[in-house]
């Protein structure tokens, strides 16, 4: 007798290389197969899997700084906007908003690597003062640049 959750295990490592390997008409059919449950664990993982992407630089963003997905992403997005209303997408971008609001406390409360003063910036006509809140702008620009992409598919 095999184990139910070593098949469910396969079949969403299976479906993930159909993703990575951009199948979407397999991808489509594979999410298909799979129960409400397997399919909501997918969708999660993918999402973390673009997340880990994004931070690691393997993701790269456009001129008005949206990032840009692999096709499949889409394929998923669109999956999970039918099935689930968007819920899942909702949950894991106010899951990120609240991370993003514990960083920026933590960089307004502990500002160690803040200069602070004159900045100058090369495309500028002028100096300007770099305030904390340009600062901690900066530092966490690349988690709100992803966000905000994801928000363009609910």
């Known amino acids: ?27 489509k059919a ?19 899997y673009e997340n880990d992407n994004w931070d690691n630089g393997t993701l790269k963003s456009d ?16 999956f999970e906007k039918a099935n689930f209303n ?11 908003e609240e991370w993003l ?3 920026e406390m933590e960089l307004y409360d502990d500002p160690a690597d803040f200069e602070g ?3 100058y910036d090369e495309d500028s006509d002028c100096d300007e003062d770099y305030t904390i809140d340009d600062w901690v702008a900066d530092q966490t620009g690349y988690l709100r640049d992803f966000i905000d ?6």
Not at 42 to 48: A, R, T
Not at 86 to 96: Q, R, V
């Open 149 to 154: 992409s994801l928000k363009d598919f609910k």
């Open 101 to 103: 609001e514990h960083e």
């Open 30 to 48: 594979g999410l298909m197969n799979l129960s409400k449950e397997e399919q909501k664990e997918f969708i999660k993982d993918i999402l973390n």
């Open 63 to 78: 001129e008005k700084f949206n990032v840009i997905f692999p096709p499949n992403f889409k394929v998923v997005m669109e």
């Open 1 to 27: 007798m095999k184990n139910e959750n070593a098949d469910s295990k396969d079949a969403l490592q299976e479906l993930f290389e159909k993703y990575k390997n951009n199948d979407s008409d397999e991808l």
């Open 117 to 119: 003063g004159d900045y």
């Open 86 to 96: 968007g819920e899942i997408l909702s949950d894991f971008i106010k899951a990120l």
